[in-house]
C-alpha cells in the first residue's frame, strides 16, 4: 500500500485551492479572499478552477528566522540598531538606542556602560525578555 502524498510534494508546479488552502493552514474561502484581495497570485485551469502556484505556498509558509537557544542568549526580542545617548548619573545609567522607527532606552548599571564600551554613535542590540507585553490598539487605519 503506497503513502499518500500531497500534491503540492509530487512536483506540480500549480495547486488545486483545497490543496494550497490544507499546506498553508488557511481555509479555501481565505485564499479566495486573498486573491480578490491581491494578496495571491493564482492561475486558472482549463475548467476556469483557480489554481495556487507552489511558489505562493512557499512565499505564504516561510516564516522568518528566530533566534534559537544555541544563540548565546536567552532574550528572543533584539532590536539592532544605534547608540544615540548614554546618560551616567552614580551607578546608574540610561542608555537609548535608535533601533529602525523606534526608540528603546534601558536603564543600566555603570559598570555596564563600560565594559561595553558604551557611547552615543556606535551599533549596539537591544535585547529584551519580558514576562509581560502589553498591546495597545492603534487607533485609525494602517495600510
Known amino acids: 500500500m503506497s503513502a499518500v502524498v500531497p500534491i503540492w510534494c ?3 508546479t500549480d495547486l488545486p485551492l ?25 492561475t486558472r485551469d482549463e475548467r476556469n478552477r483557480r489554481r495556487v502556484p507552489r511558489s ?8 522568518p528566522p528566530r533566534q534559537g537557544p544555541g544563540d ?8 539592532p540598531g ?4 548614554v546618560e551616567v548619573d ?3 545609567a540610561l542608555v537609548e538606542i535608535e533601533a529602525g522607527p523606534h526608540r528603546i ?18 551599533r549596539a542590540t537591544a535585547a529584551v525578555k519580558a ?13
Open 10 to 12: 509530487t512536483g506540480m
Open 18 to 42: 483545497g490543496e494550497a488552502a490544507r499546506a498553508v493552514g488557511v481555509s479555501v474561502d481565505t485564499l479566495r479572499r486573498w486573491d480578490r484581495d491581491g494578496k495571491l497570485r493564482t
Open 56 to 63: 505562493e505556498v512557499e512565499r505564504l509558509t516561510a516564516r
Open 72 to 79: 548565546g542568549l536567552s532574550a528572543r526580542n533584539r532590536f
Open 82 to 85: 544605534i547608540v544615540r545617548s
Open 90 to 92: 552614580g551607578v546608574m
Open 105 to 122: 532606552t534601558a536603564a543600566v548599571t555603570r559598570d555596564a556602560v563600560d565594559e561595553l564600551g558604551l557611547t552615543a554613535g556606535m
Open 131 to 143: 514576562t509581560s507585553v502589553m498591546i495597545e490598539r492603534g487607533t485609525g487605519d494602517v495600510a
